[in-house]
């Protein structure tokens, strides 16, 4: 039988923090997985975690991501949630496979920062966007950040019809550690680096800004919840409609960017790595030290409210530590291992 009429034959792009967990589940269910990374060292890594096949190349090498996504019926992009060319490959895959009357599965990986308010830490926002209701992340401005992006992917959601189901995750604030992988998040480490640098705790502005969050490994099982969902649903189901999906484990108890520098603090004073655990602003000359000028804002400074109403009603559940216990427990312990080596 071929393996093309399977329905089990998956191509992942983007292998790293969140993706090599989805990896590891979809091996252990017995998908057939081609991973495409940039680094042959990874791609080792990948084939000992289970991967049927690795192809080389980077997110620009348009014409590569085309030819192997086209023959797989599952489609994953979980690298930068901002790279155009990447999706217009596998949009051109997908395209493909419809001319041969084949149905394709994607799932496209954006971000909460494009919930974006430009609050600069200044105030909790009493806006929270749910999953369930479409109109509300439609209403989010076409230049937030991710947005460009996703647009392209509902554009040919349009165009296409039932040739392809199409689900968008839009994972908050992600923290976690798999030590089997050794790979931190990007944004309490980055915190946590910053105080090791200078010295002291920060926050952006007043640092009131609140995000949900959520556990890696509670994030990888939510993709696995939205494939199965989606290969059970009829084409031309109602549901569809609605690509969105958040995933978050925090509900109406968001943290602040104040709380995180409190305890990041806390703890580096704790370890004697900075000598007082008190958090300050940290002012725009450092952002260089964060996510740059333009993205530090955005990154680490603004409200991201989410509510991962569509994925609880399909019996999905957050059962992994909470975020004080996972920075505690694993990502301290690796940031402190790694840092300035």
């Keep these: 039988m071929s393996t093309m009429s399977s329905g089990k034959k998956v191509f992942v792009l983007g292998l790293g923090f969140i993706g090599w967990n989805v990896l590891d589940l979809l091996v252990k269910e017995n998908y057939e997985v081609?991973?495409?990374v940039r680094r042959k060292e990874h791609a080792e890594q990948l084939k000992a975690s289970g991967a049927s096949e690795t192809v080389l190349g980077d997110l620009h090498d348009k014409s590569?991501?085309?030819k192997h996504a086209a023959s797989h019926d599952i489609i994953f992009h979980i690298a930068t949630a901002d790279d155009l060319p990447s999706v217009e490959a596998i949009l051109d895959a997908v395209k493909q496979r419809s001319e041969k009357g084949l149905n394709t599965i994607y799932i496209h990986?954006?971000?909460?920062s494009v919930l974006d308010d430009n609050a600069q830490g200044q105030a909790k926002s009493d806006t929270v966007y749910h999953d369930s209701i479409a109109s509300?992340?439609?209403s989010v401005s076409d230049e937030a950040p991710h947005r460009q992006i996703d647009l392209t992917i509902l554009k040919a959601k349009k165009q296409l019809g039932d040739k392809v189901k199409i689900a968008i995750v839009i994972p908050p604030l992600i923290y976690g550690f798999n030590p089997k992988h050794e790979r931190l998040s990007i944004q309490i480490p980055t915190l946590t680096r910053y105080a090791l640098k200078n010295g002291y705790s920060g926050h952006i502005g007043q640092g009131l800004?609140?995000?949900?969050?959520?556990?890696?490994?509670?994030l990888a099982r939510g993709y696995l919840t939205i494939l199965h969902h989606l290969?059970?649903?009829p084409p031309n189901s109602p549901d569809l409609q609605n690509p969105y999906y958040f995933c978050e484990n925090s509900g109406d108890n968001e943290v602040s960017w104040k709380e995180i520098a409190l305890f990041i603090g806390a703890e580096l004073s704790k370890a004697g790595l900075i000598s007082d655990p008190t958090p300050r602003t940290i002012p725009p000359d450092d952002y260089n030290d964060l996510f740059g000028p333009e993205n530090?804002?955005?990154?680490?400074?603004?409200?991201?409210?989410?509510?991962?109403?569509r994925l609880r009603a399909l019996g999905w559940k957050p059962v992994e530590k909470?975020?004080?216990?996972?920075?505690?427990?694993?990502e301290l312990p690796a940031i402190l291992r790694n840092y300035g080596s």
């Design 109 to 112: 990986t954006s971000g909460t």
């Design 296 to 309: 530090s804002g955005g990154v680490v400074g603004n409200n991201s409210r989410s509510r991962a109403v």
């Design 136 to 138: 509300e992340l439609d």
């Design 64 to 66: 590569q991501i085309t």
């Design 322 to 330: 909470s975020w004080k216990e996972s920075y505690v427990q694993d």
């Design 209 to 218: 800004s609140v995000w949900s969050t959520i556990h890696v490994l509670d």
């Design 34 to 36: 081609t991973a495409y």
């Design 231 to 233: 290969e059970s649903s």
